[in-house]
C-alpha cells in the first residue's frame, strides 16, 4: 500500500512511520510535516534508511500541495498525525489549533474524495470526550471537549464524520490516551519531567497534583493504529487505551525513583485553566478486534527513561531559545483568569 502519514515528523507519526515499514515490507510512505517546532527531522532517522520512504515538507492546509502528493504518489491511505497538540499551548495561542486542528484535516478529506483515496484514518484523542469521574468512555458517548486544543480535535473528528455521513469516504477514527515513550517532545508531562530532573531543574506540578491520565506506550498505540487501518471498519471509532491510570503524582515520583532524584526538586505551581481532572477509555472494542497493549507500564517508564538518560543531543537543544520564551509566557499568564 502507499500510505501519506501527515505529521510524521513528530512524536507519535514518526513512531508510527517506524511500525508501517518495518510490518509491511512492500508498503511506500510518504511523509507530509511542516516541520513546527514540535517536528524534528531527527526522528525520522530510521525512516530514512528505508528507499521506500519519502519526505515533503509543508502544511496540510495547503490544498494544491496536498493535492499534488496525493496524486503523484497515488496515495492509498492517509494517516493523519499532523496537528498542534498542547493543551498549555492552545491556551495561549488557540487560533493555530482551529487551523491545523479542524482546517488541515478538512483540506485532507477532500483529497480523499477528489482522488477516490481508498481509506484515511484520523488519529484523534480521549479529551475530545472531556473529563469523567470513574469508569471509561465508549466511542458512542458524547464530545465534551474542555480546552481549545480538545474542541480543535473535536472539531476535527466531526469533519471526518460528516464527510463518511455526506459523501460515504471511507474514514476511521481512533481515539487514544495520553502516550509516552521515545522522541517525545519535552514540554509534555513526562519527558519535561524526566529532562527537568536529569538536570536537577524544579518540576512544576499543576495544581493538588491528583489529576489523572490513562498513560500507553507510544508502540502500543501505533501497533493499535496500523491494526485499525488494514482491519478497521469504515466510518466507525476506536478508543485505544492502556487502563493505566495513574495521578500526576505518581507518575512525579516514579520518574523520581527511576532517576534517584529527590523530592524536593518538585514545584507546586497554579493549576492548568480549565484542567480536565480524569480521563479514561473503555477499550473493549479495540480488543474485539483482536488488539491488545504489549508494554506493562512500569517497563514502558522504564524505557522511556534510560532513552532521555541516553539521548541528551535529541533533547539539549529543544530545552533552549524559543522553548524558555514560551515557558515564561506560560507562567506569566497564571492567575489572570476571569469569570471563574
Ligand atoms: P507532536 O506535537 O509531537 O507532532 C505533531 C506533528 O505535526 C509535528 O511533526 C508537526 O510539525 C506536525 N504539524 C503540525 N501542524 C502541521 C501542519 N499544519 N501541517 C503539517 N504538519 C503539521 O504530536 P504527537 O504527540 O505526536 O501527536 C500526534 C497526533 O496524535 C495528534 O493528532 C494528537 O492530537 C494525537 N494524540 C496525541 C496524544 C499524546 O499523548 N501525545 C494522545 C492522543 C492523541
Ligand atoms: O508541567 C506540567 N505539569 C503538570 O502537572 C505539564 C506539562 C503537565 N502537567 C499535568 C497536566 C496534565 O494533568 O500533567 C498531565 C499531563 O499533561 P500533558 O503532558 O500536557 O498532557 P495532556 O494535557 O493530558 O494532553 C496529552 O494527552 C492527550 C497530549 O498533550 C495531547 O496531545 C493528547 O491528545
Redesign the pocket.
Known amino acids: 500500500m502507499r500510505v501519506l502519514v501527515t505529521g510524521g515528523a513528530g512524536f507519535i507519526g514518526s513512531h508510527y512511520v517506524d511500525v508501517r515499514l518495518r510490518r509491511h515490507p512492500r508498503d511506500q510512505v510518504v511523509v507530509l510535516d511542516k516541520l513546527t517546532y514540535a517536528g524534528n527531522p531527527a526522528n525520522l532517522a530510521e525512516a530514512r534508511k528505508s528507499p521506500r520512504f519519502r519526505f515533503v515538507k509543508g502544511d496540510i492546509c495547503d490544498a494544491r500541495l496536498v493535492d499534488r502528493i496525493v496524486r503523484g504518489h497515488r496515495i492509498e491511505a492517509i494517516v493523519n498525525f499532523a496537528a498542534e497538540?498542547?493543551?498549555?499551548r492552545s491556551i495561549l495561542t488557540p487560533e493555530e489549533f482551529a487551523k491545523t486542528d479542524v482546517l488541515g484535516t478538512q483540506t485532507l478529506l477532500e483529497a480523499v474524495r477528489k482522488f477516490k483515496v481508498k481509506r484515511f484514518l484520523q488519529i484523534s484523542?480521549?479529551?475530545v470526550y472531556g473529563s469523567i469521574e470513574r469508569g471509561g468512555f465508549k466511542e458512542t458517548d458524547p464530545l465534551k471537549p474542555s480546552s481549545p486544543?480538545?474542541a480543535s480535535?473535536a472539531g476535527g473528528d466531526l469533519q471526518v464524520l460528516a464527510y463518511w455521513h455526506t459523501y460515504g469516504l471511507p474514514v476511521i477514527i481512533t481515539r487514544s490516551?495520553?502516550?509516552y515513550g521515545p522522541r517525545q517532545y519535552p514540554?509534555?508531562?513526562?519527558p519535561?519531567?524526566v529532562t527537568n530532573a536529569i538536570e536537577n531543574q524544579p518540576l512544576?506540578?499543576?495544581?493538588d497534583?491528583l489529576?489523572t491520565?490513562d498513560w500507553i506506550y507510544v508502540e502500543d498505540n501505533c501497533l493499535g493504529v496500523d491494526h485499525v487501518l488494514d482491519h478497521g471498519r469504515v466510518g466507525e471509532i476506536y478508543n485505544l487505551g492502556a487502563g493505566n491510570t495513574r495521578t500526576?503524582r505518581e507518575i512525579t515520583f516514579a520518574i523520581l525513583k527511576l532517576l534517584g532524584k529527590p523530592a524536593r526538586l518538585i514545584q507546586k505551581?497554579p493549576d492548568?485553566w480549565g484542567?480536565?481532572r480524569r480521563?479514561a477509555l473503555n477499550t473493549r472494542k479495540m480488543q474485539a478486534l483482536g488488539w491488545r497493549t504489549q508494554w506493562p507500564f512500569v517497563r514502558g517508564l522504564r524505557a522511556t527513561v534510560q532513552w532521555y538518560q541516553d539521548h541528551p543531543e535529541w533533547w539539549r537543544p529543544l530545552k533552549s531559545g524559543d522553548y524558555l520564551k514560551y515557558y515564561k509566557k506560560q507562567y506569566a499568564g497564571r492567575g489572570r483568569q476571569q469569570g471563574k
Open positions: 497538540t498542547h493543551v498549555d484523542t480521549d479529551e486544543y480538545s480535535k490516551s495520553n502516550n514540554e509534555k508531562l513526562i519535561l519531567f512544576p506540578l499543576y495544581g497534583g489529576n491520565r500526576n505551581v492548568r484542567h480536565d480521563y
